[in-house]
Every structure is written in C-alpha cells, then in structure tokens.
C-alpha cells in the first residue's frame, strides 16, 4: 500500500502564495458564521479554506485538520475530504504493516452475515441513473463489506452498515472511471449474487459464494495500480471508521444501539422540560431516531457524487474530526428541539389520526426528518448549532447509559490528545463489548422465562441501574433489598427466590455500584454479600451468615 | 378486549376520512414488503427498493364499503435484530400482513416465526393474510399449494401476488380492509346486543386510547 504517497504529491503542489495560509493562525472560529471571513462570499471563503486545508495535510497538522473539518464548509471537496478523512482515521487507529496487509494476500472464510449484506447491497445506491456506474459502485461496496467482514469476523452486520460505508465509497471513488475493476469482477457481478440469494441458502450455494467473493480478491493483481491505492484507502477508512465508531452497532443485537437512543430524550429533558413532556418521552422509546443513528443520517441523506456540500458529507467531516459519536445523538436532540414549534403542531394536530403515542411520535417524527432531508438549511442549521453547543456535551455525563467498552466512552468519546489506538487495544475493546453484549442478552433471557419471580426486584434494580440515582438513594435502595432478602430466607423463601438473586448477583457485578459491593471493607454490606454469595454457592448452607 | 375499532374523524381539523386502520407489514429481509407498498401507494415498482431501516410509514386513502378508510401502512426492517424495535409497533395493529419470497424457501419456513412473533406482541383480533411474493418469478420453490396449506393450517387467508407486474397488489390490502371492516361492524353488532360485557371499550374511543401512552 502506497498511502503516504499523497502527502508528497501535496507538497510538491503548494505555491509560494499558499505558504501564507498555514494553520498556525486559525482559530475556532475562522471559519464560523461570526468570523472576519464573511466579508468575502461563499465561494471565496471555500477557496482560502480548500488551500488551508491543503497546507494542513501537507504539513500532516492534525489538530488543524481537526479543526478545519469541525468548522463551516467541513472538508470542503471531495479530493481534500478523502484525503483529510484518510490522514485522520490512520492516525486514529494506528495499524502496523503487518495488520494493514494482513488479509489482503488471502481470501477469508465466508462471513455468517454474506447473505444479508447481498441482500442490501442490491439495493444500494438507487439514486445513481447510469446503470454501469451503479453496478460498479455496488460491486465496490460488497467487496469492501466482505473484506472488512471476513477479516474482523466477530462483527455482526446490521441493515444500515452498508448505508454508512456507502458514504466512504462515494468519497472515494469520485472522479475514478474504475473501467478495469468492474470488468475485472465480472465473476462477482451482482446478478450472479442476486441469484443465489434469492434461491434458498443451502450449504452449497454459500460455498459458491464463497468462491466468487474469493475470486475477487485474486483478481486484483490485473488492476491498475491508481485503483488499488485508491481502493486500499477507502478500505482501511472504512476498517478504521468501523472498528472506532461503529463497535456498538456490530454486535448481534440491537441492545446498545437503544442504549445510545435513549441519550436523545435526556438531552431533550435537560433543555427543554415541557417539549420532553409533550412528546411523551418518558412513556416511549425514541425508536423513531434508529436509522439517522444507526447510520449517522446516511439512510435519510443518501450519498451522491459531484455534491461535495452535501449535508452528509459534513455530518461526517464534524463526526470524524471531533471522533465522536455523540455527536449524531446530539444532532438528533438538536433537530427536535430546533423543529420544536412544528413538532408540537403536527403532534396536536394528529392526535386523532394515531392509534397510539409511539405511533404518534414516530408519525410526526419521520415527517419532520422527510421535509428535513429535501431542505439542506435545516441541516446546515443543526450543524452549526451543535458545533456551538458540542463542547457542553460530553459523553461522560451520560456515562451509566452505555456498556462501558462503548464507543461513546472509549475510541469515539471525543477528540483525545493521545497517539491513537492501536489494534491490539481495539480488538480487545471489542471482545469485551461483545462479552457485555451476551450478559445482557442472558439477563433479558432470564426475565423471560421467570417474569413472575423476578420482575419487581430485577425492575427496580435495572431502574437503579439505568437513572442517575444520589448516592444516599442508593444506599437506601441497597438496604431497602437486603431487609427483603433477609425477610425472604426468614420466610424460607430463599429457594423461591434463587433466579433472582442470580440475576441480581450478575447485573450487579457487571454495574456501577460494582465497586460498592467488593468494597468488603464497607461492612454493613457484608451480610448481602456473603448472603448472595452463599446462596448462589450452594442451596442449604447459608444460614450462619444471616444471623446477626 | 377488543383492540379493533376504527379512529373517528370528528376533531376540529376537517379531516376527509371516515375511519383510519392501521396495517403492518411483517416478514424475511428482502422479500419485497416495501416495493408491495410502493407499488399499492405510488403504482411504482423499482426493483431495488432501499432497505428499510427500523420502521417506516405510508398512508393512503381507499374506500371501503362506500367509506372513506385511510389505510395507514407501517413497513419494517426484516433483518432479526430490529424485531426488537418493529415489535414495539405491533400494539394497535388491525390488519398484519405476512410476507414471504415464492423463490425463496427460507423466507417461507420463516413465517412460522414471524406468525409465533405476531401472537406474542399484537392485538389477539388482529386481522392476518399471508401473502407470496414475486410470483411472476420463474425461480419459484414455493408451490401455490404450499402457500395455500400453510395459511389453512394458520387459519388465515392467502394471496400470491407481484409487487412488479402487479399482480393482486391492491387485492392484498383492500381483502384485508375489507375484512378488518367486516370484524368492526361485527364487533359493533356483537356490542350492541351486549354491551354490558364490552361496553367499556368504545368502538370509536380514539382519543382516548391514544392518550394512553405505552405500558
């Protein structure tokens, strides 16, 4: 791979009268509503930013990259925006040689998820008219999926994902013809995948796949050397962007995805108590915002090359350069409380015409975001907000909503002056993530086959859990459980109770309050502690412990 | 209880419409669930429809039995992790649409599942069909037949349609009105000879339930 090439090129190409426009002079807000700049027009003020932009990458300044995509205009053009995401991602996630290459070489064992990202690959990319260009761009975001799939198999593909990488794609592929690489995968053409996933998913038609998809990778010793630069760069985008940002997404279920979607009404409550209200936010789970987050507005705001002002592409400019995934949830919270007098009359005026309110909400919901996606002000109008409000918000205030490997809190948590993460440190972020992933689906397994048994103790633990609780209220709480259990082994209930206090016992060493209960030096705890311990040890032993 | 009833139209904002159902449509990834509801809304077909991604919904006004119904249709994601989320919207629903791909065995031995998911989170007198897509295929590994025993065996009725030759599309959805129509003047029959039993549930207690808010 040949990536640090374009860094060379840039510096050849800078003119003396560009030296002046280094970034050492920039500031926040240079290129903000306010700032000096709007003397000249539009079309001036992108000039000076494309050439301070080019300065930056050639003098690899990533804090002023950082700054530059944060700001109005993002990255401002196509090529600079390929360029700025790919110098920042590779500084995000550090790879070594060695990781960068591996899996390029061979072909990889076919991926569980194949078949759904087959699915929608193919219908991918509807807005492209010329039927060739389609068929390549699709063949292009099938093989970047594969490739990421079957060389970090643990990810799970979700419907979405292929909405996000087609982003990277458009970025990256604009202004190459690509004519070898489509006629080079003709074995791979999507017809030929189309087929065998409509037919049924017998073990041979996977294993023909498998072939096929493995094909691909062979052939590209026949393309041109420009195409798979290009290509390797947009896969190791997307391999970075995926592994930092998207980590919560890749699990088998959708249980952190809700996690995140549930910041949305408490970044609504905190600024707007009655609007929070109004739409009913304490009654109902904010579904209605899965595919913006899911696929940071790219399912809304489809990618589409020669429109490098888009909106979508600077929602991604500002999410890679501030490496945070807060930020869709606060454009989402944003978007509400920016529409917040439309929202409030369609919900008044269509009260009647939903048979419920989580009808309602997703109703008036999706018709805001639809009017939304064909008028680019109000996104430029959300963005501009949230540049100016993002620094209040930080993940950590809403800590106890996210597993604590998420992204939120970890590798997309906000700029990090530190060197970026290395592989080694990401993969175990994930394997832990995918753990925590398991523990929660066993817990909501749990409740289902013991609802009686469990539901008010596991409730009101989940709530304790789940809400910013004071500290003295959890004490209570704590000692509000332990004068139920001792009543319960009193009343020989222990037995009754035993799904329970295993459920109980595995929520609790997975929160935050962890760290109370090993605290063995805290003693008026010790009691519960051994209580549970002994219980969940062995059945009829517990009785000494309890006794005061 | 009976969750079928229809939303009057009385509230001050002049609405044309008689009565409102709410139908979902449920079933595999990519068995044409969105392009059946493009093809019925819009009378388009695109053969690559986008995906859909937790949930999505159209509305379009029919008659029915001389009456203005507004069909509100909810279109879901197929993939099975979002059934978390579609299931959330199952509440209410007065007609649920089955679908599976006649060239696709899978999708077919899946509505099963889909059925079993139905029972769990809707409504008990939800209307039901079962519906076969894509039947203008030549790939088919789903017989009319087998179709047509599954449904029996479901006790609900069966449709093979074509969202792109549109074949029985409109067939699909005005079947299905007409029947939830048939169960609401059933009902209102049933409620006026005893109301006692039921006459806490209102046929037309739009307002009401809605401001019930969710468990």
Redesign the interface.
């Known amino acids: 791979m040949n990536i640090d090439a374009y860094s060379s090129t840039c510096q050849k190409s800078l003119s003396c009268s560009d030296e002046s426009l280094h970034c050492d002079f920039l500031t926040e807000s240079l290129f903000d509503e306010r700032s000096l700049l709007t003397f000249f027009n539009d079309a001036e003020q992108r000039d000076i930013k494309s050439r301070i932009i080019r300065n930056a990458l050639a003098d690899h300044n990533l804090d002023g990259l950082t700054r530059l995509g944060s700001s109005n205009f993002g990255f401002v053009t196509t090529d600079l925006r390929s360029d700025c995401w790919l110098m920042l991602l590779m500084d995000q996630l550090k790879l070594s040689k060695k990781e960068e290459e591996q899996f390029l070489g061979e072909c990889g064992k076919e991926h569980v998820d194949e078949n759904?990202v087959y699915?929608?690959v193919?219908?991918?990319f509807?807005g492209v008219t010329d039927p060739d260009r389609k068929e390549m761009l699709r063949n292009l975001l099938q093989n970047i999926i594969v490739r990421l799939l079957r060389k970090y198999p643990k990810l799970r593909y979700?419907?979405?994902y292929?909405?996000v990488v087609s982003v990277f794609v458009t970025v990256f592929i604009e202004g190459h013809e690509y004519h070898g690489f489509a006629q080079g995968e003709e074995n791979l053409s999507l017809s030929d995948m189309t087929?065998k996933?409509?037919?049924?998913?017998s073990a041979s038609e996977v294993g023909s796949n498998h072939d096929s998809s493995a094909s691909t990778e062979c052939y590209e010793g026949e393309l041109s050397e420009k195409t798979i630069v290009s290509k390797d760069k947009l896969f190791r985008c997307v391999e970075a962007f995926t592994l930092l940002y998207l980590r919560d997404f890749m699990m088998?279920?959708?249980?952190f995805p809700?996690d995140q979607l549930n910041v949305i009404p408490q970044m609504i409550k905190s600024r707007d108590k009655q609007l929070f209200k109004k739409l009913?936010l304490d009654?109902?789970?904010p579904?209605?915002a899965?595919?913006s987050i899911?696929?940071i507005y790219s399912?809304e705001l489809k990618p589409v090359e020669n429109q490098p002002n888009a909106p979508i592409f600077l929602i991604f400019d500002y999410v890679i350069s501030s490496q945070s995934m807060l930020v869709p949830l606060t454009m989402y919270s944003t978007l509400i409380l920016d529409n917040k007098d439309k929202i409030l009359r369609e919900i008044a005026?269509n009260?009647?015409?939903?048979?419920?309110?989580?009808?309602?909400v997703?109703?008036v919901m999706?018709q805001v975001l639809t009017s939304a996606s064909y008028d680019e002000g109000v996104w430029e109008k959300v963005l501009r907000l949230v540049r100016s409000t993002s620094s209040k918000d930080n993940a950590s205030k809403y800590k106890k909503v996210f597993n604590k490997f998420s992204t939120i809190l970890t590798t997309a948590s906000g700029p990090k002056s530190s060197m970026g993460y290395n592989l080694e440190y990401v993969t175990d972020l994930l394997d832990k993530e995918i753990n925590e992933n398991a523990k929660r689906k066993a817990i909501q397994r749990e409740r289902r086959l013991h609802p009686r048994e469990s539901k008010p103790l596991v409730r009101l633990f989940l709530y304790a859990h789940n809400h910013t609780i004071p500290f003295i209220c959890r004490v209570s709480l704590l000692i509000g459980l332990m004068a139920l259990l001792v009543r319960a082994y009193r009343g020989g209930q222990v037995k009754a109770l035993m799904p329970t206090a295993k459920i109980f016992m595995r929520k609790f060493q997975g929160s935050s309050i962890a760290g109370l209960y090993r605290g063995t030096k805290i003693i008026w705890l010790d009691p519960l502690h051994e209580l549970l311990k002994g219980s969940l040890l062995s059945k009829s032993s517990t009785s000494s412990t309890v006794s005061k | 209880m009976s969750g079928l009833r229809t939303?009057?139209?009385?509230?001050g904002?002049g609405?044309s419409y008689d009565s409102?159902m709410?139908i979902l449509l449920i079933g595999d990834?990519?068995v044409g669930k969105s392009c059946l509801l493009v093809r019925f809304v819009d009378d388009k077909f695109?053969p690559?429809?986008?995906?859909?991604?937790?949930?999505?919904?159209k509305i379009k006004t029919v008659d029915i039995n001389g009456k203005k119904t507004?069909l509100?249709l909810?279109d879901t994601?197929?993939?099975e992790?979002?059934r978390?989320?579609t299931t959330?919207?199952y509440?209410?629903?007065m007609g649920i649409i089955l679908v599976y791909?006649v060239?696709?065995?899978?999708t077919f031995t899946n509505i099963r599942q889909w059925f079993k998911t139905v029972n769990e989170h809707a409504n008990d007198d939800a209307q039901l069909l079962l519906v076969g897509n894509k039947s203008d295929?030549d790939?088919r590994?789903v017989t009319y037949e087998q179709g047509e025993t599954l449904a029996k065996e479901l006790g609900i009725p069966f449709v093979e349609s074509s969202a792109k030759n549109d074949d029985n599309v409109n067939e699909i959805f005005f079947t299905l009105a007409r029947l939830i129509q048939e169960k609401i003047d059933n009902d209102k029959l049933a409620g006026g000879a005893n109301s006692g039993r039921e006459g806490n549930i209102n046929i037309n207690s739009?307002?009401g339930?809605?401001?019930?808010?969710?468990c």
């Open positions: 759904q699915l929608d193919k219908r991918s509807t979700y419907q979405g292929h909405d087929s996933g409509d037919e049924n998913y088998n279920s959708l249980d809700i009913h009654k109902i789970e579904f209605f899965i595919s899911l696929t399912h005026l009260v009647d015409n939903f048979e419920n309110t989580v009808d309602l997703h109703g999706q | 939303v009057s139209a009385s509230s904002t609405k409102i709410k990834s990519g695109n690559s429809f986008i995906t859909t991604i937790g949930i999505d919904f507004k509100q909810w994601a197929g993939q992790r979002f978390t989320i959330a919207y509440r209410g629903a791909d060239t696709d065995e899978r295929m790939t590994t739009g307002s339930s809605t401001k019930s808010g969710c």
